[in-house]
C-alpha cells in the first residue's frame, strides 16, 4: 500500500504507483523467462515433449501467470493512488469504484482465459496419445472441433457469471437465448440434422476419404471429402455428388473400398450344349489365371473360380470369378479375360450360341404342303433358326 510519507506529495504517490506497475511487469517478464527456461529443458529430455502432460501445462499456464503477476502489480497500483490525500489526486478515490468493477472484468477473463488453455492443453496431450497407425475420425476430425467448443463454453459461461456478479439479472438473457435459440433451430432443423449425421458420420469411421461407396444406383463414387454437412462424391463420370449427411445415415452404404481395397470380380458367358463341359471349364480356368499372373491390378493370393450355374435356353452359362486389387483394377482384369476367353473359344472349337429356337411338328408327311414335301425341307427332326433381334453376351 501507499507510504504515508508519499500520501501529501501526488508525484511521488504518481511514480510510487508507477514503480509498482514496473516491478509487476519485471517480475512477469522473469516468471515468463525462467517458465521458458523450465520448459526447455523438459523439451530436451523428454523422448516425445508432445505426449508430456508437464510440459502441456506449463506451456498453456506460462502466459496466464505472466498476465496474472501484471493485473495484480496494476491493482495495487490504483489502490495506492486511491489512498492519496492530496486533491489533485481525488479523482482517482471516485474512480475506485469503477476501477473495481474493471478489476473483476478483467480477473474473470483472465481465469477464463487461463481454463480455456488449460483444457486445449490436456485434450491435445490425450490426441498426442494416440499413436497415428491406431488413429481414429475422432482424434483427426472431431477432437478440433470439440477443442474449438471448449474455449466457447469456458468464456460464455464466465461472461454469464461476471453478469451475475455485477448485478445485472441473467435469468430474461438465458430466457431471451432459450426462445430465440429455439427459433433459429427450427429454421435451419436440416442444416442442424445434418451436421450431427456428419458427426456420425466421421464418429464410426465407416466411410473415409478415397473410398468407393454406393448409396443407390444414382449415387456411387469416390469419396473426395467429408463435412460436417455433407459428402462429396466423385463419380466414375469424373462429376462431383454432393451427398447430405443425413441420407447418409438413413440408407444402406455399399463400401467397395472397406475392409480391404480388393473386390471380387465376375465374368458371366455360356456355351453351346453339345460343348464339353469339362473342357470348357479347363479352357476358362487357364485363360482366367493366365491373366491373373500377368497382370499387376490383380489379386494373386485369390485363386480364379470357375462355375456353372444355369441350364439357359441357348447355352450352358457359367461364372468365372477373381479378384482384382481395387474396383478400378477389376474392370480392367475383366476386360482382359474376356477378350482372350473369345479367342481361346475360337480356337478350341467352343461355340458360344445365339439365341436360337427349336421347332417340331406334329403333322404327318401326307399333311405337309407339297411343295416343302417335295424340297424336303422338313423331317422328323427340329430345325434351329436364329434369332436376330437379341445376343448373348459374354
Known amino acids: 500500500?501507499?507510504?504515508?510519507?508519499?500520501?501529501?506529495?501526488?508525484?511521488?504517490?504518481?511514480?510510487?504507483?508507477?514503480?509498482?506497475?514496473?516491478?509487476?511487469?519485471?517480475?512477469?517478464?522473469?516468471?515468463?523467462?525462467?517458465?521458458?527456461?523450465?520448459?526447455n529443458l523438459l523439451v530436451k529430455r523428454h523422448e516425445s515433449p508432445l505426449r508430456s502432460i508437464e510440459i502441456r501445462i506449463i506451456g498453456a499456464l506460462r502466459l496466464p501467470a505472466a498476465l496474472v503477476i501484471i493485473l495484480i502489480g496494476t491493482r495495487l497500483a490504483l489502490t495506492s493512488l486511491s489512498q492519496a490525500s492530496?486533491?489533485?489526486?481525488?479523482?482517482?478515490?471516485?474512480?475506485?469504484?469503477?476501477?473495481?468493477?474493471?478489476?473483476?472484468?478483467?480477473?474473470?477473463?483472465?481465469?477464463?482465459?487461463?481454463?480455456?488453455?488449460?483444457?486445449?492443453?490436456?485434450?491435445?496431450?490425450?490426441?498426442?496419445?494416440?499413436p497415428h497407425d491406431t488413429r481414429t475420425a475422432l482424434n483427426t476430425a472431431i477432437w478440433p472441433i470439440l477443442i474449438r467448443i471448449s474455449s466457447i463454453f469456458v468464456f460464455a459461461l464466465g461472461t454469464l457469471v461476471v453478469l451475475d456478479i455485477l448485478g445485472i439479472p441473467i435469468t430474461p438473457l438465458l430466457a431471451g437465448l432459450g426462445i430465440g435459440g429455439l427459433a433459429v433451430a427450427l429454421a435451419i432443423s436440416p442444416t442442424i440434422a445434418s451436421f450431427i449425421a456428419g458427426t456420425y458420420v466421421v464418429a464410426e469411421g465407416n466411410i473415409s476419404e478415397g473410398d468407393y461407396v454406393e448409396i443407390d444406383a444414382e449415387r456411387a463414387g469416390f469419396v473426395t471429402s467429408i463435412g460436417w454437412r455433407s459428402t462429396v462424391l466423385r463419380s466414375r463420370f469424373n462429376n462431383m455428388i454432393v451427398v447430405p449427411n443425413n441420407l447418409i445415415t438413413e440408407s444402406i452404404v455399399t463400401n467397395y473400398t472397406t475392409p480391404t481395397p480388393a473386390i471380387t470380380g465376375i465374368v458371366e458367358c455360356g456355351v453351346s450344349y453339345d460343348s464339353d463341359l469339362k473342357k470348357v471349364e479347363q479352357v476358362s480356368?487357364?485363360?482366367?489365371?493366365?491373366?491373373?499372373?500377368?497382370?499387376?491390378?490383380?489379386?494373386?493370393?485369390?485363386?480364379?473360380?470357375?462355375?456353372?450355374?444355369?441350364?439357359?435356353?441357348?447355352?450352358?452359362n457359367f461364372r468365372i470369378i477373381f479378384q482384382g486389387a481395387d474396383r478400378v483394377a477389376m474392370f480392367a482384369i475383366q476386360h482382359e479375360i474376356i477378350m482372350r476367353l473369345h479367342a481361346r473359344f475360337n480356337e478350341e472349337g467352343i461355340e458360344i450360341n445365339y439365341p436360337v429356337r427349336k421347332l417340331t411338328t406334329v403333322l404327318p408327311d401326307e399333311d405337309l404342303p407339297s411343295p416343302l414335301k417335295e424340297a424336303g425341307e422338313l423331317d422328323s427332326q427340329a430345325e434351329s433358326v436364329p434369332a436376330a433381334s437379341t445376343t448373348d453376351d459374354c
Open 285 to 316: 480356368l487357364e485363360v482366367a489365371r493366365q491373366v491373373v499372373e500377368e497382370s499387376d491390378d490383380a489379386n494373386k493370393e485369390f485363386e480364379p473360380l470357375f462355375r456353372f450355374f444355369e441350364f439357359a435356353d441357348s447355352n450352358i
Open 86 to 130: 492530496t486533491r489533485s489526486l481525488g479523482f482517482i478515490s471516485n474512480l475506485d469504484q469503477l476501477g473495481h468493477t474493471a478489476w473483476l472484468v478483467a480477473v474473470a477473463a483472465l481465469v477464463c482465459y487461463a481454463i480455456s488453455r488449460l483444457i486445449r492443453a490436456i485434450m491435445r496431450w490425450y490426441s498426442a496419445r494416440v
Open 1 to 39: 500500500m501507499l507510504p504515508e510519507a508519499f500520501a501529501d506529495n501526488a508525484a511521488f504517490a504518481l511514480f510510487y504507483a508507477l514503480g509498482v506497475i514496473a516491478a509487476s511487469c519485471t517480475i512477469a517478464f522473469l516468471a515468463n523467462l525462467i517458465l521458458g527456461q523450465v520448459l
